[in-house]
């Protein structure tokens, strides 16, 4: 399933998200949880769960058989580095009634958006992104330029 769409929201005082129901469903897992994640300054994203982990796991793996086999003593300080980023960039939430999503207080600084500040939210296929707006349109006047020869070469 892809997972489209561009919607217009508004965080509450208490920095509560009500996410829309379609997009909230594409991303929760059964019991209603979810992996938000920090992705570039003004935007954080959303993940189901499992998705989250196998791409989690099978980037981890890859970097347990390089340090296994000796290939990363060069490059300890990138390996810490990685792992700082990795411990912050992360957290499985819990949307309360399928849909409402508390941004907690380590990812609002991140996201850049206050309480009674409007995001938006965008289905970005594999998961759904939260954009504080100024970022979400810089990205767009950046990149749709590139949309005709992007989508040409991946359904290619």
């Known amino acids: 399933m892809f997972i489209t769409g ?8 208490r920095f509560r998200l009500m996410l829309p129901p379609e997009l909230a469903q594409a991303v929760a897992d059964d019991s209603g949880s979810v992996i938000l994640a920090k992705e570039r ?27 296994d086999a000796g290939r990363m003593e060069q490059r300890w300080g990138d390996v810490q580095k990685l792992g700082r980023l990795l411990s912050t960039r992360h957290q499985t939430l819990q949307l309360a009634n399928r849909s409402r999503l508390l941004i907690p ?13 409007e995001v938006i939210i965008v289905g970005a296929v ?12 810089n990205v767009l006047k950046e ?3 590139e949309f005709g020869e ?3 070469q991946l359904t290619q």
């Open 6 to 13: 561009e919607f217009r929201r508004t965080i509450d005082d």
């Open 41 to 67: 300054s003004g935007c954080l994203s959303l993940w189901k769960p499992e998705d989250w982990q196998h791409r989690l796991d099978s980037g981890i793996s890859l970097l347990r058989q390089k340090i």
């Open 105 to 117: 207080e380590g990812f609002r600084p991140f996201l850049g958006c206050d309480a009674g500040k």
């Open 126 to 137: 594999i998961c759904v992104e939260i954009w504080q707006p100024d970022a979400w349109n």
């Open 143 to 145: 990149e749709m330029p």
């Open 150 to 152: 992007l989508f040409k």
